[in-house]
């Protein structure tokens, strides 16, 4: 009987480790795929500002009205998926609506189109990411939670929405033209939703520890009773708008000031994406044997090189290529201060939040 017992267990161990790979693979390619639609932009804007007529400030605007609404929705989404319980169901209708809204922005034709489109696409996005990264919390033992967590945030989103994204983006927005580009961004999300919706299960953990019916600006003020929470907030202020401020204006400023030609640039800014997809597991592996601090005020000491790079190096595209490697690596530590370090000091009923 003991051995029948011992056998068991150790299938269902089985199961539960396979279901976590499952999970990890499917939320990360999600996010891939989510990314892959969010830096499109970003990557077509050499063929999109002279198409639209736009200014730097539209440009900057474009990527902002992104940004603001993606921070309002994390909130909001966040916080009803605890309240609720239906973390599922909320990250599949939020990856059909984003979906949408890569077509959308392919219809536009002028700036103020273009921006509602972006607008519309940060409210569907915004839920993504913390509904992502609790799952993957409370799915994974603490002892593999920050390899999980990277590989779920950065592998896919890096290796699809920032060394593919340009590659392909450009080269279909040459051939076929901008709009058309976008046109086939909005397809996998579809399919990425209705794989979610038939192998991804509601965490079990969450479905019997719902957040209580308080109201939110009660539930934050707890929440931001722990110092790392304080901490991790203006962490990610200044480094996604690092993030975010490369991606809307390093794919013109590098053949408009540095004067490379628009396949060099994509290949550039596709070197970020193979550096984030390595540091996506390496990174956050080595926070899971030395601990989580060490490893983020390390890696952010690269992230300096970069910028420094492309302002001021004149030699081999090679090189300036490396140099953006090893200054991207800073990605490594986002699902860090993003999603690791908040989802293990907060409680399971304001994860998400």
């Known amino acids: 009987m003991a051995a029948l017992e011992i056998t068991a267990e150790r299938a269902a161990t089985a199961r539960e480790a396979r279901y976590q790979a499952l999970l990890v693979t499917l939320l990360s390619l999600n996010f891939g795929i989510l990314f892959f639609d969010r830096n499109a932009l970003s990557f077509v804007m050499p063929f999109v500002k002279p198409a639209l007529g736009l200014t730097n400030t539209q440009v900057g605007l474009a990527a902002s009205a992104l940004s603001f609404a993606w921070a309002v929705a994390a909130l909001v989404v966040g916080a009803a998926a605890d309240r609720r319980g239906r973390r599922k169901t909320y990250l599949v209708f939020a990856t059909v609506a984003y979906s949408l809204c890569s077509f959308l922005t392919g219809l536009a034709g002028s700036f103020?189109?273009?921006?509602?489109?972006?607008?519309?696409?940060?409210?569907?996005?915004?839920?993504?990411?913390?509904?992502?990264?609790?799952?993957?919390?409370?799915?994974?033992?603490?002892?593999?939670?920050?390899?999980?967590?990277?590989?779920?945030?950065?592998?896919?989103?890096?290796?699809?929405?920032?060394?593919?994204?340009?590659?392909?983006?450009?080269?279909?927005?040459?051939?076929?033209?901008?709009?058309r580009a976008f046109f086939l961004a909005g397809v996998p999300g579809l399919i990425s939703a209705l794989l979610l919706?038939?192998?991804?299960?509601?965490?079990?953990?969450?479905?019997?520890?719902?957040?209580?019916?308080?109201?939110?600006?009660?539930?934050?003020?707890?929440?931001?009773?722990?110092?790392n929470m304080l901490l991790c907030v203006p962490i990610s202020v200044l480094l996604v708008s690092y993030l975010v401020v490369c991606w809307a204006f390093m794919p013109l400023f590098l053949p408009q000031v540095r004067g490379y030609d628009t396949s060099t640039m994509s290949w550039l800014m596709g070197t970020l994406g193979i550096s984030a997809t390595v540091t996506s597991f390496v990174v956050p592996g080595i926070s899971d044997r030395v601990g989580r601090k060490p490893v983020m005020v390390g890696t952010a000491f690269l992230g300096v090189i970069l910028p420094l790079g492309a302002l001021y190096y004149s030699g081999s595209t090679w090189i300036l290529a490396g140099i953006f490697f090893l200054g991207w690596a800073l990605t490594g530590i986002f699902p860090l201060f993003m999603g690791t370090v908040p989802s293990e000091t907060v409680g399971r009923a304001h994860m998400t939040t």
């Open 197 to 227: 919706w038939r192998f991804i299960r509601e965490p079990a953990a969450v479905a019997a520890e719902r957040a209580p019916s308080i109201p939110l600006l009660r539930r934050l003020a707890e929440i931001f009773a722990h110092r």
């Open 112 to 179: 103020l189109a273009l921006f509602a489109a972006r607008l519309l696409m940060g409210l569907a996005d915004g839920g993504i990411a913390p509904i992502s990264q609790s799952m993957t919390a409370l799915a994974v033992a603490p002892e593999r939670r920050g390899l999980a967590m990277g590989v779920m945030q950065n592998f896919g989103s890096n290796f699809l929405g920032s060394f593919a994204a340009p590659v392909l983006l450009v080269g279909l927005a040459t051939a076929y033209g901008w709009h």
